[in-house]
């Protein structure tokens, strides 16, 4: 069952786990002055679908990081006029049934642009991701730039989300960390995002931020944005 967070804004999750991991997965949809839909990382279509169709018209689908990419065929079948936008580093010749309109890069596509920004993560080797910020509701969207595992998960969960340093706090990744390749390049990016003027933060995998959102994503980047 989708929930809606704000005018326009609605939120899908499923289960999603590897080797035990139980990350979960979310998919987000904006609806647009023009009354198309705009999707952010795709997850299964079959449960959401009648859901999304009484929204409106799906017109933009996108994928923001290079491993999110599982359902989208699934989008393609069901949405064929719909244009799909693939994020850096993800070979869209592998996907036979989806048609891409192009790829998304450092600055929003003129359809969205005025209701949504984008900006892309640079200078770390795993996540060169794109992260959105939807202006009505001043909610950033990201993928898996920042997780927030919470506690109720099972016992290996926990364990690695704590592991990782994002366990029931929002945070990037230790995997993150170790492998970031310009700490500066990054740090200018984080400072870039923190000019927006958000006060929830959607991510994928984890809990959504409400309370006190852009001083603990501040929190969890302190260690860059100190120059450590």
């Known amino acids: 069952m989708l929930q809606q967070l704000h005018d326009n804004l609605w939120i899908a999750d499923m289960p999603a786990s590897r080797l035990g991991f139980e ?8 609806r647009l002055k023009s009354g198309e839909l705009w999707i952010h990382s795709p997850i299964e279509l079959d449960p959401f679908k009648a859901e999304i169709d009484a929204l409106g018209k799906v017109g ?14 699934e989008f393609a079948i069901a949405y064929p006029e ?47 991701e794109i992260v959105f910020f939807h202006k009505p509701s001043r909610s950033l969207i990201v993928a898996d730039l920042c997780f927030n595992i919470p506690h109720d998960r099972s016992k290996l969960t926990t364990a690695l989300a704590g592991a990782l340093g994002v366990l029931d706090h929002m945070a990037p990744s230790r995997n993150f960390k170790i492998m970031t390749r310009n700490a500066s390049l990054v740090r200018q990016t984080i400072k870039r995002i923190l000019k927006w003027d958000f006060q929830r933060v959607i991510l994928s995998h984890g809990n959504i931020v409400e309370t006190d959102a852009k001083a603990k994503f501040r929190e969890g980047f ?4 100190r120059g450590r």
């Open 23 to 30: 990350f979960g997965a979310r998919m987000t949809i904006v």
């Open 82 to 128: 719909a244009k799909f936008y693939a994020p850096p580093g993800l070979n869209m010749e592998k996907f036979k049934e989806v048609r891409f309109a192009g790829r998304l890069k450092d600055g929003p596509r003129l359809e969205w642009k005025d209701e949504i920004d984008q900006l892309a993560i640079k200078g770390n080797a795993l996540d060169n």
């Open 222 to 225: 302190s260690y860059l944005l």
């Open 60 to 73: 933009f689908v996108v994928s923001p990081f290079r491993f999110h990419y599982m359902h989208l065929a």
